[in-house]
């Protein structure tokens, strides 16, 4: 029982970094779709100090405006 809590911990900890690295390249971290993974992952130790290291670590460009035909129809007329 001590190892499967162990094995757990140590993979909710991988999974809940790898979710908020990808969500963060995603930009989607101030989205509702990060909110319970922020609301589960908030307790681990480092968490948060994390959250705030990734713009260091991955820097990020806004991503390009849409181009959507409603965009190109508008411009257009």
């Known amino acids: ?15 809940c970094f790898r979710y908020a690295k990808a969500m963060y390249i995603a930009n989607e971290l101030g989205t509702p ?8 992952c908030n307790a ?7 959250l705030e ?14 181009s959507s035909s409603f965009t190109k129809r508008r411009i257009e007329s």
């Open 1 to 15: 029982r001590k190892l499967n809590a162990e094995l757990y911990a140590a993979f909710r900890d991988e999974l």
């Open 33 to 40: 779709k990060a909110t319970n993974m922020k609301s589960q």
């Open 44 to 50: 681990l130790k480092g968490f948060k100090a994390a």
């Open 53 to 66: 290291a990734f713009p260091i670590m991955w820097p990020t460009t806004n991503p390009p405006p849409s």
